[in-house]
């Protein structure tokens, strides 16, 4: 037997992938959720430099990619993103509006990466200037988001100083 061959090897290597990229936006979500708790509104919309990005932008930035890139991008339904228009808010929205806004968006990437096979994922599609397959499409998407989540963290921790809550520290002998 050909493991190469083995629908269901395949399905199963699918089906991890997904799954990790799932995980990857859960923990991300998990990160910025206890990253604003951390901040008031306020905080959410600081900027170290007027030319740098505060979190709330970043957010809605996040929202705009994952739309593009996740939800129109493996769906093929139209991408009616404003790209800059993240980036130029200065709505001053609550930091309730954008989470939801963001977990919001997430939730449907996730359905939209769980409705992935192995087939779809290989089509190729246009996203922003690319013709590109599934697998690059979500893989590019989620260090994207990563990326920013860190950026987030970042900030936070710029905006806490010695005060800020670390999500996670591990527990070693030395």
Known sequence: MNPGNDSTLEKTVVDVYLRACQNQLDEGLTTIDHCLRQLNDQQLWWRPANEMNSIANLMLHLCGNLR??????????????RRQQEFDD???RSREELFQALKATIEEAQAQLQSQNAE????????????????QTSFDSICHFRGHVQEIVHITRCLCGQSYQFLFVPKNPD
């Open 68 to 81: 593009q890139w996740l939800i129109s991008g493996l769906s093929g339904e139209a991408d009616y993103r």
């Open 90 to 92: 200065r709505s001053g």
């Open 120 to 135: 779809s994922l290989l089509r190729i599609r246009h996203v922003q200037q690319f013709d590109i397959d599934g697998f």
